[in-house]
Nanobody, 120 residues
Framework: QVQLVESGGGLVQPGGSLRLSCAAS????????MGWYRQAPGKQRELVAD???????NYVDSVKGRFTISSDNAKNMVYLQMNSLKPEDTAVYYC??????????????WGQGTQVTVSS
């Protein structure tokens, strides 16, 4: 089985920074892409940023210039550096991975989520 474990969430003041990490472990052949999603109370889950194995990145407009996604393929990890945080960034942040396993060429897995709260 595959597990995704997020860390790095917490409470931060507006304008502050946080770095989220996500580690993938278990039975997989390779990671095709990884990404970060978020879900605020009463809202749908939305893509924040994702990165392919080759390093191509994609961001939702609201975080461009403030957030940076990166990955370490050797360690099966993805990171989200969040700067200039705003109250509207408050949400549960989820890591998602598109993996090639012994059973499927593309299988999505999700982490359990980590809370990010931006408040003074």
């Amino acid at each position: 089985q595959v597990q995704l474990v997020e860390s790095g969430g917490g409470l931060v003041q507006p304008g502050g920074s946080l770095r989220l990490s996500c580690a993938a472990s278990g039975s997989m052949f390779k990671i095709n892409a990884m990404g970060w999603y978020r879900q605020a109370p009463g809202k749908q889950r939305e893509l924040v940023a994702d990165i392919t194995r080759g390093g191509t990145t994609n961001y939702v407009d609201s975080v461009k210039g403030r957030f940076t996604i990166s990955s370490d393929n050797a360690k099966n990890m993805v990171y989200l550096q969040m700067n200039s945080l705003k109250p509207e960034d408050t949400a549960v942040y989820y890591c998602k991975a598109d993996l090639t396993t012994a059973w499927e060429p593309h299988q999505n897995y999700w982490g359990q989520g980590t809370q990010v709260t931006v408040s003074s």
